[in-house]
């Protein structure tokens, strides 16, 4: 009686599956949460509620924007800044019919933050949903 046993590698396939599984994972949570952080966005002008987007960077999911007064939406300014560090007693600026206003700042909206933090349970379930549906 011969006995064969062939032992065949597959460990190249699963890789490249496991792979794929964590980029749909990390699609999946970047435009849950770019849509998430979107919704938090303040909605004066639009622009950046419509700037909110992601980018999968090798094994990162990036949630942000491009629009350079976003920084200050997300952490706040003055002595509301969340960060510390904001500019203390008020400032004057000018206003469009020429006259100035007083301001001690703005308040935090933390859109990209909370868009993050608030959902890991979720997050967690399209990780899990991605492996198991390779």
């Given at each position: 009686?011969?006995?064969?046993i062939?032992?065949?590698?597959?460990?190249?396939?699963?890789?490249?599956?496991?792979?794929?599984?964590?980029?749909?994972?990390?699609?999946?949570?970047?435009?849950?949460?770019?849509?998430?952080?979107?919704d938090?966005?303040?909605?004066?002008?639009?622009?950046?509620?419509?700037?909110?987007?992601?980018?999968?960077?090798?094994?990162?999911?990036?949630?942000?924007?491009?629009?350079?007064?976003a920084?200050?939406?997300?952490i706040?300014?003055?002595?509301?800044?969340?960060?510390?560090?904001?500019?203390?007693?008020?400032?004057?600026?000018?206003?469009?019919?020429?006259?100035?206003?007083?301001?001690?700042?703005?308040?935090?909206?933390?859109?990209?933050?909370?868009?993050?933090?608030?959902?890991?349970?979720?997050?967690?379930?399209?990780?899990?949903?991605?492996?198991?549906?390779?």
């Amino acid at each position: 009686m011969n006995i064969v046993i062939t032992v065949t590698d597959n460990s190249a396939e699963v890789l490249a599956a496991l792979e794929n599984a964590c980029q749909r994972a990390l699609e999946a949570i970047g435009m849950r949460a770019s849509g998430y952080a979107k919704d938090l966005s303040p909605a004066d002008t639009g622009l950046l509620q419509g700037s909110m987007d992601y980018l999968v960077d090798g094994d990162t999911v990036n949630v942000g924007t491009n629009t350079e007064y976003a920084i200050y939406q997300e952490i706040g300014t003055g002595i509301h800044a969340s960060e510390g560090g904001g500019r203390q007693g008020g400032w004057y600026y000018p206003k469009a019919d020429g006259s100035f206003g007083f301001t001690l700042g703005s308040e935090a909206h933390h859109m990209v933050r909370n868009s993050m933090a608030d959902h890991t349970d979720e997050y967690m379930t399209l990780i899990v949903e991605s492996l198991t549906n390779a």
